[in-house]
C-alpha cells in the first residue's frame, strides 16, 4: 500500500488544476460543474447532468475525456433502445465458424449517456452493473470496463413527454447531480466569440495519462479521515431518513460517495486528511438525487431539503 506523500499532493494537485484550466477555456462560466466533474472523476463514480437543452452537458463531457486523454463514448438514448445496444452483444464470424463479442458503446473512459431518462427501464438498468461493478456479462461472459470509467448522464427536466423516471436505485449508483444553467451573458458573448467559427474542444489538450488518473485514485484512497468524521457522515445520512419532511432518505452507498468525493477535495486542497468543511462543501450535490420529498420528487426541493439537514446537522467539537 503507497502511502500518501506530500509530492503526490502536489502532483494530483497539478494534473487536476491543468485539467480544470483546460475545461474552463472550452466552457464559459461553468467551474463548479467542471470542478465536480473532476472530483466525481477523481473518486471512481459518476455524474448525473440535469437540466435543460443546450446549456453545455455534452460539451463538459467530452472535454473532460479529452483533458485526461481518454476515449470518449456518446450513448444517445431513445425508448428503441436494446440493451445490447448499449453493453454489445456476441455475433457469429463466417470465417472463424465462432461467436465474437462486439464491445458496445458503454466500453470508453468516458461514456455520455445522453437523455438517459428516455430509455426504457429495461436498457437503463443496463447500465447498472457497469456503474457498479466495472464490468458487463453476456451471455455467461464477464466483460472489465476499461480504467478509468466513468458514465456521465444527462436528462432533460423540462420535456417529460416520452421519458421514463429514473428509479431511485439507478440515481444511487451516480455520485453527484448538478445542474449548469444558462451562462451569464458575459459567458454566452464569450461563446459567441470562440464556439461560432471554431470548435473549442478540437485545441483542448490532454493534460494527464490515464494512468495517472488511476494511479491518483489509488492514493486519494488513503487519505485520513478520522472516527468523528465519519460519525458525522453518518448523521448526515440518519436525519435525511428521519425528517419528517423526507419520504426516502440517503442510502449507505451516499456516506461511501461523499466520504469519497471529500477526500479527493481534501487532497486538491493541499491536505492528506478530511475536514467536515470538505463533507460540507459536497454534501448537497451528493445527496439531493438521492433525497425523495413526501411533496413530490422534486430536484430544488430535494437539494433544499438536503441543505436544512446539512444546518440542523452538528459538527462535533463545534
Do not use: W
Not at 445522453?114 to 430509455?119: C, T, V
Not at 431511485?168 to 451516480?174: L, M, S
Not at 464556439?195 to 494527464?208: G, N
Not at 440518519?238 to 426516502?248: F, N, Q
Amino acid at each position: 500500500m503507497t502511502a500518501l506523500g506530500s509530492e503526490h499532493i502536489t502532483h494530483i494537485q497539478s494534473i487536476a488544476q491543468q485539467a480544470r484550466t483546460a475545461m474552463n477555456k472550452v466552457l464559459d462560466g461553468k467551474d463548479h460543474a467542471v470542478r465536480t466533474a473532476l472530483l466525481t472523476l477523481f473518486s471512481g463514480g459518476h455524474l448525473l447532468l440535469e437540466d435543460v437543452p443546450g446549456v453545455g452537458k455534452t460539451l463538459l463531457a467530452k472535454a473532460l475525456g479529452r483533458a485526461v486523454g481518454g476515449s470518449v463514448r456518446r450513448v444517445q438514448f431513445t425508448p428503441d433502445l436494446l440493451p445490447s445496444d448499449v453493453v454489445g452483444v456476441n455475433m457469429f464470424n463466417q470465417e472463424k465458424q465462432a461467436f465474437e463479442f462486439r464491445p458496445g458503446p458503454v466500453f470508453a473512459n468516458v461514456v455520455i449517456a445522453d437523455e438517459i431518462n428516455r430509455a426504457s427501464p429495461k436498457t437503463q438498468s443496463a447500465m447498472l452493473e457497469c456503474m457498479a461493478e466495472n464490468q458487463v456479462s453476456v451471455d455467461g461472459t464477464t466483460y472489465r470496463m476499461p480504467q478509468p470509467f466513468m458514465v456521465v448522464a444527462t436528462q432533460n427536466p423540462v420535456d417529460m413527454e416520452g421519458t421514463y423516471a429514473l428509479p431511485e436505485a439507478q440515481r444511487d449508483r451516480f455520485t453527484a447531480r448538478i445542474s449548469l444553467g444558462y451562462p451569464s451573458a458575459e459567458a454566452e458573448a464569450a461563446m459567441l466569440d470562440h464556439h461560432v467559427e471554431s470548435d473549442p474542444l478540437a485545441s483542448t489538450p490532454a493534460v494527464t495519462t490515464l494512468q495517472e488518473v488511476t494511479h491518483a485514485r489509488d492514493l486519494i484512497r488513503h487519505v485520513e479521515a478520522t472516527r468523528e468524521l465519519r460519525d458525522y457522515i453518518v448523521a448526515l445520512m440518519d436525519a435525511t431518513r428521519k425528517d419528517p419532511s423526507i419520504a426516502l432518505g440517503a442510502s449507505p452507498r451516499a456516506g461511501v460517495h461523499l466520504l469519497r468525493t471529500s477526500k479527493v477535495l481534501a487532497v486538491l486542497a493541499g491536505r492528506a486528511y478530511v475536514t467536515p468543511d470538505d463533507v460540507q462543501q459536497l454534501a448537497v450535490d451528493v445527496l439531493s438525487h438521492r433525497i425523495v420529498p413526501r411533496e413530490g420528487d422534486d430536484p430544488q426541493l430535494a437539494a433544499s431539503l438536503a441543505a436544512d439537514v446539512l444546518r440542523r446537522v452538528p459538527v462535533a467539537g463545534r
